[in-house]
């Protein structure tokens, strides 16, 4: 099966050449390219055969033993133990596996938890937070009342003091601790005994964080959260997709409702094996190794910009993620991404506290470490990297500064394949 994923299988390329075209092109760009937005990753072969393979071909609406179709029998085992792998390695008693993304997820647990006119509290957009955390273009700013909180405007951190008297003042029917731009460690702890103080629920979304939480690089919302979303890819290095853990049966029970048949039907189970090979391999002890490697990088990364004169907002990282504060370089967020991108260097645009730019432009620019990590790059890599974003971003419009970069990647990015000894046409 792992043919396909290079350039030995002939058959799409003759069947469908024009999409063939495509994949090819998309091939070199991820191969010979610097991957830094910090919500991407790299799945492994094993993960990819997954989600490619004949589970594809299955109906299976309900949950395991409990299916509306038939011929379910190996689909059932598949799935029970990519449950009972996920609450190992997250140390919770239930599971569901079924999410098709982190916002279903997320409503989910709103679904579960809450009811339409409840109130909520997140953290703002602008401040790092996540669409389905409040933004009222979200529908959990269109269906909840939100008491959206912000970052310290100083520090640029969580003011857990502010936070807990806005949470008195609002009385939230749930809080929720997780953040999609915020580069430093959440103590989920202290977001847990705020939500006990006004008798909120607690929701912890560590959609960014799984892998490191997994790897014992961040500390885990296991034991303070009364429900945890995730993601399944990002740190924690799986296909695209979710899943939600839950302390106690009752929880559970309200979870997997919402789920099915509350916000979907037939689950994807080619996704939710590739999401159990995942699991498997984040159990394993080099994942430790992996997710320690991600957080050095990032502090390498980190101190390589500021030596250069970048801004990050937060004056650093604890995590994977790295936000530049990009106005003393008197350029937005959108015009350093397409610079980048232009050199081989693939990041995103992105809202800084009090950003005076709109979201379309921005006065930031976020990266993450996960992808260049998993290439098998380290510190050394990292300061490259650093060196390489400056002299783009000191001459953003120079063509021969961008393709002398470009080159230059293409030849570091050739010491670290991201799937040794496959063949790219």
Known sequence: MNEKYGGE?????????????????????QEEGLELIPSENYASRDVMDAAGGIFTNKYAEGYPKKRYYGGNEWIDEVELLAIERSKKLFGVPFSNVQSHAGSQA??????????????????NLSQGGHLTHGSPVNFSGKLYK?????????????????IARQAEAHKPKMMIAGFTAYPRQVDFGKFAKIAKSVNAKLMADMSHV?????????????????VITSTTHKTLRGPRGAFILSPSEE????????????????????????????????AKPEFKTYARQIVKNAKALAAALMDLNFVLVSGGTDTHLILIDLRNRN?????????????????????IPNDPQSPFITSGLRLG???????GMKEKEMAMVAHWMDEVLKSPSDEQVRAKVKEEIRRMTAEFPIYPGLIKN
């Open 9 to 29: 299988n002939m058959t799409l390329a003759q069947s469908d050449p024009e999409i063939w075209n495509f994949y090819q092109k998309e091939w070199r760009r």
């Open 106 to 123: 997320n409503m989910a647990a709103y679904f579960a938890l809450l009811q339409p006119g409840d109130t909520v509290m997140g953290l």
């Open 146 to 162: 939100v008491a959206a909180f912000n970052v310290d405007p100083e520090t640029h951190l969580l003011d857990y003091d502010e």
């Open 210 to 226: 799984a892998g490191l939480i997994a790897g014992g690089a961040h500390p885990s919302p296991t034991g303070h959260a009364d």
């Open 251 to 282: 929880t559970a029970k309200l979870i997997d409702k919402a789920v099915f048949p509350g916000l979907q039907g037939g689950p994807l189970e080619n996704m939710i094996m590739a999401k159990a090979v995942a699991f498997h391999e984040a």
């Open 331 to 351: 350029m937005t967020g959108k015009e350093a991404q397409l610079a980048l991108d232009a050199a081989g260097i693939t990041a995103n645009k992105n809202t």
């Open 369 to 375: 470490t996960p992808a260049l990590t998993t290439r």
